[in-house]
Every structure is written in C-alpha cells, then in structure tokens.
C-alpha cells in the first residue's frame, strides 16, 4: 500500500516535470502572487502587522464559534432567511436535493465556492438533472474539462490561451482568437442569459457575520452578485468556520484575503448580504428565498482537535500555494486532494480523511515558509508534520526518511573512517550501492568528512585566558562538527575577539530537525529534550546560546518550544541566537581595514532564518566588512528542504532541482564572484546546481 | 472640502482601472454623464434611485438624443430581462472609502444591485463629502445601515470595474460586470434632494 501510493505520488511528479511549459506558467503566476503580495504588503502603513490581528481575531472567533454561529443562524432567520446546520456534504447535499426538487429547478448558477467543491455538490445535482454551470472564469473553464482547480485562486493556471479558446470554441461553436480578451468577451455573452434565467443561484461566503446575520462574498469577476441577485433562490454553502463576532472583524478578512491572495487592496467587488431582497416592485417570478447552510464536515472535531484546530484559521487566500517551493513545480492535481497545497494538508486529513491527505503530504519538504506567509500564522508546518506522523501508523516511512533520520550516525562514521569514506563518496559504484541501500540520489555530491571533528579541535584550542564580559555556548550541529570543523573554530574565534567566553556544552546531539520533517514527532521530541537538559544549565547560568547552522537555530528559537511547551524550552528560546544576528550585537565599531572589499557576493537566505534573522545580520557583516552584497532570491525556498534534496529520483533530487532551476538562473545571471549562504544544506544545493563557488560568510575570512 | 481623500481615492480608483472626474457643482457632474453617453452607442440607460436634481437634467437629455432611461420603481414581472437592455448604469453611492478606491452602495431591493452589475458602463455619481479615508471607517456605517434595516438588505462595495485574470493570468476587464467603471466626484456640497 505504501509503495503504491509512493510510485503515484512519483508519477504526478515526473509528470509535472515533462511539462516544461505548465511549469513555467504555475511557476510564472505563483511568482507574481509573492512579488505583488509582498509589494502591497510593504506598502501598508502597519507592514505585516495585520497578520497579528489576523490570527487575534479568528482566535477570539474560534473559541467562541458554537455561540457566534447560533448567534448568526438566529439574525439570518430574523432577517427572513433558513439557516440549515449540515453535520456532513451528504446531509448538506440532500438539503441542496431538496430546495431544487421543490422548486422543480432545472438549473443552478454558481460563483466560486471551496466549501462547494469540499462536498462536491455539483455531480449528485448533475445526476439528478440538474445543470450546474460555474460562472467564475476559471472554474467555468475546470468544469468544461472536467478537471479538478490547479490553485485555490487560479483554478486554471495550467491552461494556456490556446487551449481556453478551444474549450469555448467546443461549447460555442464560435471560432475564438486565443487572446484572453477576445475570449472573455466570448464568455460573457455565453453566461449572460445564465445568470439571466437560472432557477438557483449558489454561493459560497467568505465570511459570515454574527452581529448582523450578513454573509460576505467577496469576488473580481462580479458573477457573486449576478447569482446572488437575479435568482429568486439564492444558496450559500458556507463552512461554520467563516462566522465572525462584528463587522469590524468582517473588514479585517476582507482585506487580509485578497492582499496575501494577489496583492490586492479589496477584491473588486465585496458584497454584505442580509436576509433576502425583491427584484423589483409588484408580481415577480415566485417567492425570494435564501438558505444559508452551514456546513460542519468534520469542524467541530478539528477544534477539538489540539494541533488541527489551527487549521481553522484558515481564510482561504492560497498565499501558502504561492510560497510553497514544490507546490510550485506539481501544482494542485498532485499536491492536493480537494484541498490543494500546504494548507491542504490538514484539510484534507480533517474533512477528507488522513488516508488522502498523506498521499499527498511527503510533497511538504518542510521548509516553514507558509507558516510565514500566512495572514493568520498559521503554523502549517507543524500540523503536515503531525500528519505525517499519524499517517505513519499506518504506513510506515520509507527507509530513506528513516536513513536521514539517523544523519548524525553516518556522520560519525564517516568522520570516523575518513579519509576513505570520501573517497567512497565520490565511487560511483559506492554511490550506486548507497543508493540502492539508503535511498540517497547517486547525482548529489556530498561534503567530505574531517577527520577531526570539531569537538576534538576544539579541545585543543589554546585556552581563552583574557577577561570576558558575555558567555556563550555554542551549538554546533552536524555540518560543523564532522564537515567544516574549521568552520566551527572560526566562530568560536569571532565571538572570542568580541569578548565571548565560549563553551561547546558536552552530551549535545544534532537538531533533529528531520525528525519534524518526515513526522516522527515521538523522536523529535525526544531530541528536543535532549537538547534541551544539554543546554539548560548554561542558559539558566547567563550563558547565549549561540547556533551556526540556520535550522539548527530554528528548532532550538522556535521549534523545541511548539514541541515540548516546557519552562526550560522557552528558556532556551528566549536566549539562542544566530551567530551573525549575536555578532552584530556586539559590533560596536566598523571593522578596518575592509579585507572584503572588491567582492561581490550573491547571498542566499535559508528558509529557517525567514522567521529569525533573514539572513540580514549576515549581509550587513559582510558588508561592514566592504563586501557588495547582493540578495538574489525567488521569494521562496531553493528546493533542498533539507535533507529531500538528497533522496534519490522523483521524490527527491528531481524535484529539488525543478525547484531550484530558477533560482539557479538567477544567481548565474547575477554579476557575483561567488554565492554566500549559512545553510549546509542550502550549500551543497547551490554548488551542485550552479557550479559556482558557495561560503558560508565565516568563511570568507579566513580562505 | 475633502480636497485630500479626493486626491487618494482618485488615484486609487485610476489604479484600479476606474475612471475619475472631478466635477465642481451637479452641473458639470450632468456635463460629464452626457459626456460619456455621447461617447458610445447607447440608446439605453438604467438610473438608481436618483435626486431629482440629477435624474431630471440627465433624463432630459436622454429624451433629447433618443435614449431610453429606465428607472424606479423597476417592474418585477419585467426583471432581469429589461436591465439586461442598459448599456449604461447609473448610480448614487451612500459613501466613498478613498483608501481603497471604493464605491459603497446599499441596497434593499436587488433591483438596485443590478443598476451597477448588468450594464457593460456604470456611472457612480459621489459628493466629495462622502469620502472617508479608510476601510475601518465603513465600520460604523455598516453596522447602521444592518440595524436600520432589520430585514433584508445588501451592502456592496465595488472597486473599479469587472476584471479577472483567469486566463494566462492576463488582466481583463467586464467578464461579467462593467467593463468600464466611471466615478464623478463632485466638490460642491450636496443640494438637498427634490
């Protein structure tokens, strides 16, 4: 079962990545989403700041969501509308059955509804003779295919000019220009008597309002309010997650949608919508009705639920599918069931089941940007992670997870035996042998080992005898300590002359970040704790903690603390630090001379520090140090996440590259001597990908 | 008055792909709609509930160049069919947020909706008194209007014209709402309706 589902999840991948044009039109549209969310974004007075009240506001809402939906079923009934609480889509379905039966309708408009497609409504109407036509663009060209939506916002991305305008030449008969306005101008005279003569109109809303009983529909197009005015029935399928407190809340998701969606203000038109008008003075068709279903489909059990009740905090704007490196190559056929992309994930396991959502899931490589992009922060990657994790029950992970897992041991082995085991790191018959047996790709070329670790170099150093202000420990992570030992020593060095006690406290393990990574949380925590009690004395005793790999810093800043909610993991995270972002502190004085100066480097930000430094302590240290720097990114993740970029094929070093190759181009075309990043990972990545030369910045000083 | 939103909310709206004209008294505001219905091939209009002041000059010209305005009260046994026939809407907003360039228009009669929704060019006619600066501002409005009218009621905001970028991610305008979305601001204070 698991290998089944593996070698599917594989095919989607190879698939998506023959199709070179399709990728460059989702890679083209997910760019612009970042750039133009991150423009608007800058040009707020308060910055990101709303992703605060975001995330305050849904909290406040969710805690309360039982009373705030009865609340709001009660002021939708006062206004004259029928509230229809659905426990499931079939119930939800039926309900839907019902009203048209009744109303002996034959067809029903629709604008774009998510919660619509979470219980797919549109097949059992269909089946029982009734014509469902979606009318937002993109949708309407999906359904004439019968494809599911590739994003949440451009449900048709993947679809080129070309072949739109043959669809709507199939169903128009018409011979249509492939130009996106000569087929628009199509498309509207196609709908017109549509929205003219259906019987229902269905939407879904984006938000419901407790305070007022106003459902929210928020659109470009302007088809919510053709279905949601001409029609004398109107349906909104709403999840019970969508009801806010007050109209203030209400404006708050009404801008942060559409800004993290596309970098837009408002969406063109938003609609507030309370109880149900007539369509003019005397007799008209029949009577005006609304329902407003609001549809449960396994909510209520998610906010029961300690780490998916996160996931209702979701509004829905896609910004995660933008941001997300691999969705970014598949797209939302393989990386998604109904619920495509990051947050698709725990949607999927909460209303489609986990089944469904760990085939999809081993796509997350973990590289913690949805979380950062999120309007409401949403810590999306903790949530895929407890998928993987609960999936794993089921089906155990595959041995290259479990071989990356155990990255420490083959570690020290390698130290141990260098300098044969480099010289079998570079044997391709080795390589093929450890491909074959641990799963890592045979194409990626992997660091050599030191002989000396530096733990034991470090106990050779010359003992620091001058006074000291500050104290720190340091951790030191794989890469440092079997990898580039020097490395390590060359910290210790900086924080020396900068007046640092340094102590490499003895028992520490490696991060174990994969461990989150490839979900198994049990582990995770347990090297968590482990880090922890290594570390917690130091820390209680004043010391900083001091980290130069990026994720190594990430678990114990951030992720430790989400793992284990202890007093000595907040301990900890209050006091590490990135060793740049610690060294700027105690930068009192620019550097002379300037041993930098006439370099120019191409820096790259690893995912990890996004939420801590963004590598921006590193750049200006380089360039105290009269280095230009130049900061060349695509707005999101090179494609290594860590260790996926070593495993071997589709699942792995195929797609870490895909992600990677604009990237790649970017620092290629960049007028650099060479790419600085702090990431190990990233490190070997770049190399590989660009043949350039890749620092870590500490080590600019002393090549 | 205002002087200031106005100058945000018109640069906004431009960005928006909207059209702005600032007209100093209802006069020019009449000037600029007879302006933009000589411009095209209408020969039919839909009006929202109107102030006299405006819906007389406007209908008076309309009579004039041979173009059929359909106004209030709209006959239910003749909707949406009749609407459909408008080439051009026009509308008085309740209020302005110049921030985001939006028009803000309640309604309790769907009517009305369709007034700035079917017709390919819709006119929204404001006084620059209406501007206010920011979404949270529509706030205290909002809440009024819902608990004014305790029944049925639709408030709209509307940002430029219809657009869509579903195909190619190429920007579109009016798939399915206007294609062209103009706003005349006027300065003067507003008259008094009769």
């Known amino acids: 079962m698991a290998e089944e589902r593996y070698d599917r999840l594989k095919a989607g991948i190879t698939e998506a990545l023959a199709e070179k044009p399709k990728r460059d039109a989702l890679y083209t549209a997910m760019k612009r989403g970042r750039d133009s969310r991150r423009a608007a974004v800058a040009a707020r007075p308060d910055g990101d700041a709303f992703r605060k009240d975001v995330r305050a506001t849904k909290l406040q809402c969710i805690e309360k969501l039982p009373e705030l939906v009865e609340r709001f079923a009660g002021k939708v009934r006062e206004r004259g509308g029928t509230v229809y609480m659905a426990k499931d889509g079939a119930a939800a379905i039926e309900y839907i059955l019902d009203v048209c039966r009744r109303k002996n309708a034959k067809s029903v408009a629709k604008s774009k509804s998510l919660t619509s497609e979470e219980i797919q409504v549109n097949e059992p109407l269909e089946h029982n003779g009734i014509n469902v036509i979606e009318t937002d663009l993109g949708e309407l060209i999906i359904q004439k295919?019968?494809?599911?939506?590739?994003?949440?916002?451009?449900?048709?991305?993947?679809?080129?000019?070309?072949?739109?305008?043959?669809?709507?030449?199939?169903?128009?008969?018409?011979?249509?220009?492939?130009?996106?306005?000569?087929?628009?101008?199509?498309?509207?005279?196609?709908?017109?008597?549509?929205?003219?003569n259906a019987d229902i109109g269905m939407t879904g809303a984006n938000v419901g309002i407790a305070e007022t009983g106003a459902i929210v529909i928020e659109t470009n197009e302007g088809n919510a309010r053709l279905v949601s005015s001409i029609p004398d029935v109107h349906i909104c399928i709403m999840g019970m997650e969508k009801v806010v407190d007050t109209v203030e809340d209400a404006l708050k998701m009404v801008m942060a949608h559409p800004v993290s969606a596309v970098g837009q203000m408002l969406t063109t038109y938003v609609t507030f919508m309370a109880g149900r008008s007539q369509l003019g003075d005397g007799e008209g068709r029949g009577p005006r009705e609304t329902h407003i279903i609001i549809l449960d489909n396994g909510r209520s059990e998610m906010r029961d639920d300690p780490v998916f009740a996160d996931a209702l905090n979701c509004i829905r704007c896609g910004a995660c599918m933008n941001m997300c490196p691999t969705y970014g190559v598949v797209g939302g056929h393989t990386f998604g069931y109904i619920y495509p992309g990051p947050i698709g994930i725990p949607w999927t396991a909460a209303v489609h089941g986990l089944e469904k959502a760990g085939d999809f899931a081993p796509l997350c490589i973990s590289c913690g940007l949805c979380k950062e992009i999120c309007p409401a922060e949403i810590d999306i990657p903790m949530m895929i992670a407890e998928v993987k994790d609960r999936d794993s029950q089921k089906h155990p992970a595959p041995i290259?997870?479990?071989?990356?897992?155990?990255?420490?041991?083959?570690?020290?082995?390698?130290?141990?035996t260098a300098p044969l085991s480099n010289w079998m790191l570079n044997n391709s018959l080795f390589r093929i042998l450890l491909e074959k047996t641990s799963g890592i790709d045979r194409r990626r070329k992997l660091p050599p080992f030191a002989r000396r670790t530096f733990t034991k170099r470090f106990r050779e150093l010359p003992p620091d005898t001058s006074s000291k202000g500050r104290k720190v420990a340091y951790f030191v992570d794989i890469y440092a300590n079997y990898n580039a030992p020097e490395l390590g020593i060359a910290a210790v060095q900086r924080l020396r002359e900068k007046g640092c006690e340094v102590v490499v406290p003895p028992n520490q393990k490696s991060s174990g970040y994969p461990f989150i990574g490839y979900g198994d949380l049990k582990r995770a925590r347990e090297t968590a704790e482990h880090n922890v009690k290594a570390l917690i004395d130091f820390a209680r005793r004043g010391y900083d903690i001091v980290a130069t790999e990026p994720t190594a810093a990430y678990c114990l800043k951030l992720a430790y603390h989400k793992l284990l909610h202890s007093d000595d993991s907040r301990i900890i995270s209050e006091r590490t630090h990135e060793i740049f972002e610690y060294l700027q502190?105690?930068?009192?004085?620019?550097?002379?001379?300037?041993?930098?100066?006439g370099k120019r480097f191409g820096f790259?930000?690893?995912?990890?520090?996004?939420?801590?430094?963004?590598?921006?302590?590193?750049?200006?240290?380089?360039?105290?140090?009269?280095?230009?720097?130049?900061?060349?990114?695509?707005?999101?993740?090179?494609?290594?996440?860590?260790?996926?970029?070593?495993?071997?094929?589709?699942?792995?070093?195929d797609l870490s590259q895909a992600v990677g190759d604009p990237l790649f181009r970017k620092f290629a075309e960049a007028n650099v001597d060479a790419i600085v990043t702090e990431s190990s990972v990233c490190t070997i990545h770049l190399k590989g990908g660009t043949g350039m030369k890749v620092y870590h910045p500490l080590e600019l000083l002393f090549q | 008055m205002n002087d200031d939103l106005v100058e945000r909310f018109h640069k906004k709206y431009e960005v928006l792909s909207g059209k702005v004209k600032i007209a100093s008294v209802v006069d020019d505001a009449v000037a600029h709609v007879v302006g933009i219905l000589n411009s095209g091939n209408v020969t039919c209009i839909a009006v929202s509930a109107l102030p006299e002041f405006l819906q007389r000059p406007i209908e008076e010209h309309c009579s004039s160049a041979g173009i059929e305005v359909l106004?209030?009260?709209?006959?239910?046994?003749?909707?949406?069919?009749?609407?459909?026939?408008?080439?051009?809407?026009?509308?008085?907003?309740?209020?302005?947020?110049?921030?985001?360039?939006?028009?803000?228009?309640?309604?309790?009669?769907?009517?009305?909706?369709?007034?700035?929704?079917?017709?390919?060019?819709?006119?929204?006619?404001v006084w620059a008194e209406q501007l206010v600066a920011q979404l949270t501002d529509a706030a205290p409005r909002l809440r009024a209007v819902f608990s004014e009218n305790t029944g049925n009621c639709v408030a709209t905001f509307i940002s430029g014209p219809s657009r869509t970028a579903d195909i190619e991610m190429k920007l579109t305008l009016g798939v399915h709402g206007p294609e062209e979305a103009h706003a005349i601001v006027i300065m003067d204070r507003r008259p008094a309706d009769g």
Not at chain 1, 160 to 181: L, R
Not at chain 1, 402 to 413: D, I, R, S, V, Y
Not at chain 1, 590 to 596: E, F, G, I, K, V
Not at chain 2, 101 to 116: H, I, P, W, Y
Request: charged share 20%; aromatic share 6%; net charge neutral.
């Open chain 1, 145 to 196: 295919v019968h494809e599911k939506p590739y994003h949440l916002v451009f449900p048709a991305v993947h679809k080129t000019a070309v072949q739109v305008a043959e669809i709507f030449k199939k169903e128009t008969g018409q011979e249509i220009p492939p130009d996106a306005g000569e087929i628009m101008k199509v498309v509207r005279k196609y709908l017109r008597p549509i929205f003219l």
């Open chain 1, 400 to 416: 290259v997870n479990k071989t990356l897992m155990m990255a420490e041991n083959f570690a020290g082995l390698g130290s141990a």
């Open chain 1, 585 to 597: 502190l105690l930068e009192t004085e620019s550097p002379s001379p300037a041993p930098l100066k």
């Open chain 1, 604 to 653: 790259h930000v690893s995912c990890h520090q996004r939420p801590m430094s963004s590598g921006l302590a590193a750049m200006e240290w380089l360039r105290a140090r009269g280095a230009e720097v130049e900061l060349v990114e695509t707005g999101t993740c090179c494609g290594m996440g860590g260790t996926f970029g070593l495993k071997a094929g589709a699942l792995g070093y």
């Open chain 2, 71 to 125: 106004k209030p009260p709209f006959r239910a046994s003749q909707l949406p069919g009749a609407m459909d026939r408008a080439q051009v809407g026009i509308t008085v907003p309740d209020f302005v947020i110049a921030e985001t360039g939006t028009l803000v228009e309640f309604a309790t009669d769907d009517a009305a909706r369709l007034v700035s929704t079917l017709p390919r060019l819709h006119i929204g006619i």
